[in-house]
C-alpha cells in the first residue's frame, strides 16, 4: 500500500448559520412580549436605533400597512445567503430624511401622584410575620417563628423539621412545638401544618360545634373520605351512612391549602397577535401591532457619517456601518417575522373555515405539514411561527398550536379532531347524573353512538388532559 498526498477541488453545498440568521430564527419563535423586550434592548445597544413617533409617516415605519390587508403570494423565507455586510449607500439612505432630531413637546398637566398608584400585595409571610409581631411572643420565640414562617411553601405547608429548625436557632425541640402550635392557629387557619392530616385537624378543631367524628376519620379514614367509600367509614365506625355522610361534608368544606388565600403569583393576560373578525360572508384577518415599538435608522448620524468622510476618522466609519446593517437587519427581520405570522394565520382561517363558522365540534385534523405546503415553507418555520402565539376570534382566544391536532375515525365518515373528542368528552361529563357519573367505558359507548370510534384509554387520557377526575371521584353524595 502506498500513502499520496493529492489535492482535489470539490463543490458542495452547506448551510452556514449567519448570526443574522439566527437572529431571525429567534425573533420567529419569540412571544410578544419576549418580542417588544428584544427590541428595547436592541434600542439601549445601538445608537443608530431608534423608535418611530406614534403618528409619523407610516412608510417609515417597521411594518408597511398593508394593501387590503393582502400580502405577496409569494414571501422569501429568510436563508442563510449573505452575511449582511453589504456596503450601505448612505447618501440614498439618508436623503430621504428631514432635518436631524426629533423635537419634544413637554405638556404641564395634572397627574396623579405615583405613590399613588403603586401598590403592594400581602404575601403569605409578610401576614404571618405581622400576626407574630402584634402575637405576645418573646425575642426567642419570635425568632423561632421567623423560621418557622420562612420555611412555608406556597400552600402553607412547613417544609423543615422541628428538629432542623431547633438545630438553627440553637433552641429546645419543645420550645419550637409550642411556638408551631401558636403559629398553626394563625389566620389563615391550618397554615405550618406538616402534612394534609394535620391541617384539616387544626381546621375541625376550631368549629363550633362537636367535630370528633370529623377528627376520627381524618385521623383514620382519609382514604376512604377520598374514594367516597361512605359505606365503609359507617361500617367500620359503627354509625349511619347519614351520620358518616354528614361528618364528611364538615371535611369537605375545610381548605386543604390555606396558603393559597394570599398566592403572590398574578394573574398572566394574554395579548393576541392576531385579530380575525367577520365582514359580511369573509373573515379579516389583522395583525396586532398595538405596543410593538416601530423602529428607524437615526438621522442625527447623517452629521456624523458626513464629518468622518471629511476628517478620515476610518474607526467610527466601520463602526457606525456595523451598527447601521445590525439595524438594518433587525428592521427586516421583524417584518419578515409578522409578514410569516399573518401568512400562517391565513392559510389556517383557511383549513379551519367549517371552526370559525360553526363551533368546536367542526374543528378539522390538520397537521404541520398542511400549513407548510401551503405556504411553501419549511415545517420547522411554521412550528416557529406557532409557538408562543395567539389568534382572537370570534370563538375565543386560542394559541396558534391549538388548530393543529391529530385525527380520530369515525364510523363510516371522515375523521374528526382529536380535540372536538375531547369537547365531546367535556360536554358528556357536565350533562351527567352528580350521583350516577358515566365510567369510562360508558364514555365510549356514547362516543360510538355519536359515530366516534376510539378506545377506553384513550378516554381516560383525554380525561386527564381536561383534568377531569375518574368517576369514583366524581360522584356527589350531597
Given at each position: 500500500?502506498?500513502?499520496?498526498?493529492?489535492?482535489?477541488?470539490?463543490?458542495?453545498?452547506?448551510?452556514?448559520?449567519?448570526?443574522?440568521?439566527?437572529?431571525?430564527?429567534?425573533?420567529l419563535?419569540?412571544?410578544?412580549?419576549?418580542?417588544?423586550?428584544?427590541?428595547?434592548?436592541?434600542?439601549?445597544?445601538?445608537?443608530l436605533?431608534?423608535?418611530?413617533?406614534?403618528?409619523?409617516?407610516?412608510?417609515?415605519?417597521?411594518?408597511?400597512e398593508?394593501?387590503?390587508?393582502?400580502?405577496?403570494?409569494?414571501?422569501?423565507?429568510?436563508?442563510?445567503?449573505?452575511?449582511?455586510?453589504?456596503?450601505?449607500?448612505?447618501?440614498?439612505?439618508?436623503?430621504?430624511?428631514?432635518?436631524?432630531?426629533?423635537?419634544?413637546?413637554?405638556?404641564?398637566?395634572?397627574?396623579?401622584?405615583?405613590?399613588?398608584?403603586?401598590?403592594?400585595?400581602?404575601?403569605?409571610?409578610?401576614?404571618?410575620?405581622?400576626?407574630?409581631?402584634?402575637?405576645?411572643?418573646?425575642?426567642?420565640?419570635?425568632?423561632?417563628?421567623?423560621?418557622?414562617?420562612?420555611?412555608l411553601?406556597?400552600?402553607?405547608?412547613?417544609?423543615?423539621?422541628?428538629?432542623?429548625?431547633?438545630?438553627?436557632?440553637?433552641?429546645?425541640?419543645?420550645?419550637v412545638?409550642?411556638?408551631?402550635q401558636?403559629?398553626?392557629?394563625?389566620?389563615?387557619?391550618?397554615?405550618?401544618?406538616?402534612?394534609?392530616?394535620?391541617?384539616?385537624?387544626?381546621?375541625?378543631?376550631?368549629?363550633?360545634?362537636?367535630?370528633?367524628?370529623?377528627?376520627?376519620?381524618?385521623?383514620?379514614?382519609?382514604?376512604?373520605?377520598e374514594?367516597?367509600?361512605?359505606?365503609?367509614?359507617?361500617?367500620?365506625?359503627?354509625?349511619?351512612?347519614d351520620?358518616?355522610?354528614?361528618?364528611?361534608?364538615?371535611?369537605?368544606?375545610?381548605?386543604?391549602?390555606?396558603g393559597?388565600?394570599?398566592?403572590?403569583?398574578?394573574?398572566?393576560?394574554?395579548?393576541?397577535?392576531?385579530?380575525?373578525?367577520?365582514?359580511?360572508?369573509?373573515y379579516?384577518?389583522?395583525?396586532?401591532?398595538?405596543?410593538?415599538?416601530?423602529?428607524?435608522?437615526?438621522?442625527?448620524?447623517?452629521?456624523?457619517?458626513?464629518?468622518?468622510?471629511?476628517?478620515?476618522?476610518?474607526?467610527?466609519?466601520?463602526?457606525?456601518?456595523?451598527?447601521?446593517?445590525?439595524?438594518?437587519w433587525?428592521?427586516?427581520?421583524?417584518?419578515?417575522?409578522?409578514?410569516?405570522?399573518?401568512?400562517?394565520?391565513?392559510?389556517?382561517?383557511?383549513?379551519?373555515?367549517?371552526?370559525?363558522?360553526?363551533?368546536?365540534?367542526y374543528?378539522?385534523?390538520?397537521?404541520?405539514r398542511?400549513?407548510?405546503?401551503?405556504?411553501?415553507?419549511?415545517?420547522?418555520?411554521?412550528?416557529?411561527?406557532?409557538?408562543?402565539k395567539?389568534?382572537?376570534?370570534?370563538?375565543?382566544?386560542?394559541?396558534?398550536?391549538?388548530?393543529?391536532?391529530?385525527?380520530?375515525?369515525?364510523?363510516g365518515?371522515?375523521?374528526?379532531?382529536?380535540?372536538?373528542?375531547?369537547?365531546?368528552?367535556?360536554?358528556?361529563v357536565?350533562?351527567?347524573?352528580?350521583?350516577?357519573p358515566?365510567?369510562?367505558?360508558?364514555?365510549?359507548?356514547?362516543?360510538?353512538?355519536?359515530?366516534?370510534?376510539?378506545?377506553?384509554?384513550?378516554?381516560?387520557?383525554?380525561?386527564e388532559?381536561?383534568?377531569?377526575?375518574?368517576?369514583?371521584?366524581?360522584?356527589?353524595?350531597?
Amino acid at each position: 500500500m502506498v500513502f499520496e498526498l493529492k489535492q482535489n477541488l470539490k463543490l458542495t453545498q452547506q448551510l452556514i448559520m449567519t448570526p443574522q440568521l439566527q437572529q431571525s430564527i429567534k425573533l420567529l419563535q419569540l412571544s410578544r412580549l419576549d418580542l417588544v423586550d428584544t427590541i428595547n434592548q436592541e434600542l439601549e445597544e445601538n445608537p443608530l436605533l431608534e423608535e418611530l413617533p406614534v403618528g409619523n409617516d407610516p412608510e417609515t415605519e417597521i411594518i408597511p400597512e398593508l394593501d387590503d390587508m393582502k400580502v405577496e403570494t409569494k414571501t422569501r423565507e429568510i436563508t442563510g445567503e449573505g452575511d449582511g455586510k453589504e456596503d450601505f449607500d448612505w447618501d440614498s439612505y439618508l436623503e430621504d430624511f428631514g432635518p436631524m432630531g426629533v423635537p419634544y413637546h413637554r405638556e404641564d398637566i395634572d397627574a396623579p401622584a405615583f405613590e399613588n398608584m403603586l401598590t403592594k400585595t400581602s404575601s403569605l409571610s409578610d401576614h404571618l410575620l405581622w400576626q407574630l409581631n402584634l402575637s405576645r411572643f418573646t425575642d426567642v420565640e419570635k425568632h423561632v417563628g421567623a423560621q418557622i414562617i420562612g420555611n412555608l411553601n406556597s400552600d402553607g405547608y412547613l417544609m423543615a423539621t422541628t428538629e432542623e429548625i431547633a438545630s438553627i436557632e440553637d433552641v429546645d425541640i419543645a420550645l419550637v412545638e409550642d411556638v408551631l402550635q401558636k403559629v398553626q392557629e394563625f389566620d389563615p387557619l391550618g397554615v405550618a401544618a406538616r402534612d394534609l392530616k394535620e391541617c384539616l385537624l387544626i381546621q375541625v378543631r376550631f368549629l363550633d360545634f362537636d367535630s370528633s367524628l370529623s377528627e376520627i376519620i381524618i385521623e383514620n379514614h382519609l382514604k376512604d373520605l377520598e374514594t367516597r367509600n361512605y359505606n365503609n367509614i359507617a361500617k367500620k365506625l359503627k354509625i349511619s351512612i347519614d351520620e358518616a355522610e354528614q361528618a364528611a361534608l364538615v371535611i369537605i368544606n375545610l381548605n386543604p391549602k390555606p396558603g393559597l388565600l394570599h398566592n403572590e403569583e398574578r394573574p398572566q393576560y394574554i395579548i393576541p397577535d392576531v385579530f380575525v373578525f367577520k365582514v359580511g360572508d369573509a373573515y379579516r384577518i389583522i395583525l396586532n401591532d398595538d405596543g410593538l415599538p416601530k423602529l428607524k435608522i437615526s438621522n442625527f448620524y447623517k452629521k456624523i457619517m458626513g464629518d468622518t468622510e471629511n476628517n478620515g476618522g476610518e474607526t467610527c466609519k466601520v463602526y457606525i456601518r456595523d451598527k447601521v446593517q445590525s439595524a438594518t437587519w433587525l428592521i427586516k427581520s421583524i417584518q419578515q417575522r409578522q409578514k410569516t405570522i399573518y401568512r400562517v394565520s391565513e392559510s389556517i382561517v383557511e383549513h379551519q373555515m367549517e371552526f370559525f363558522d360553526r363551533g368546536i365540534s367542526y374543528l378539522k385534523p390538520m397537521v404541520l405539514r398542511d400549513i407548510a405546503d401551503d405556504v411553501e415553507m419549511h415545517e420547522s418555520t411554521i412550528s416557529r411561527v406557532t409557538a408562543n402565539k395567539y389568534m382572537h376570534t370570534p370563538r375565543g382566544i386560542f394559541e396558534l398550536k391549538y388548530f393543529f391536532n391529530s385525527g380520530i375515525n369515525r364510523i363510516g365518515e371522515l375523521q374528526i379532531a382529536s380535540q372536538s373528542v375531547k369537547e365531546k368528552i367535556k360536554e358528556i361529563v357536565s350533562g351527567e347524573d352528580n350521583k350516577k357519573p358515566y365510567n369510562d367505558s360508558q364514555i365510549v359507548a356514547i362516543l360510538a353512538g355519536l359515530g366516534i370510534s376510539i378506545a377506553r384509554r384513550t378516554v381516560a387520557k383525554y380525561r386527564e388532559m381536561l383534568g377531569i377526575l375518574p368517576s369514583s371521584k366524581r360522584k356527589k353524595y350531597f
